[in-house]
């Protein structure tokens, strides 16, 4: 496997309620929290367009586009593929619609990003959370 085939590249979501949690995803296998969000398709126009379908797919609400403000850039371990780099886009972004768990996700959980009680993947723990 060649270095670039190592790198998982994504677009991620902050989400944050009126109370300054922030909302992480479990999908089903995987045994930590990450940021909603996912990998770009060839059919995205842009990478918005992935966040909406994606947010979309998880958790059945639509993404404000003109609310999306971005974050950072950041780099980690991927969190559920081995010897596998994840570099994501983060955008805070608010959504409408009802949140609610889609078949791919085992469990949601809305977290105070100072004092996560769950388990979190490395790319939100190091690098998103400190920043909210
Ligand atoms: N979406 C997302 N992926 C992350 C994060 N942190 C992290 O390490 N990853 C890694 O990046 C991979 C991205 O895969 P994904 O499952 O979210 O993307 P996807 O929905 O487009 O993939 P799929 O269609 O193959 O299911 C995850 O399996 C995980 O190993 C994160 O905060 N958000």
Known sequence: ?????????????VIRDAAGRSLLVRKHGAAVFQ?????RDP????ELATLARELHEELGCELVRDSARLLCHCS???ANEPDHVV?????????RGAIV????????????PAA??????RLSREHILPLL
């Open 43 to 46: 059919g995205d126009a842009d």
């Open 101 to 112: 768990a889609q078949a791919e996700i085992a469990e949601l959980r809305w977290i105070d």
């Open 35 to 39: 940021q909603p969000g996912g990998k």
């Open 87 to 95: 570099e994501a886009a983060v955008y805070m972004v608010e959504v």
């Open 116 to 121: 996560p009680d769950v388990p979190v993947a």
């Open 1 to 13: 496997m060649s270095v670039a085939e190592r790198v998982i590249h994504i677009v991620a979501a």
């Open 76 to 78: 980690a371990p991927a």
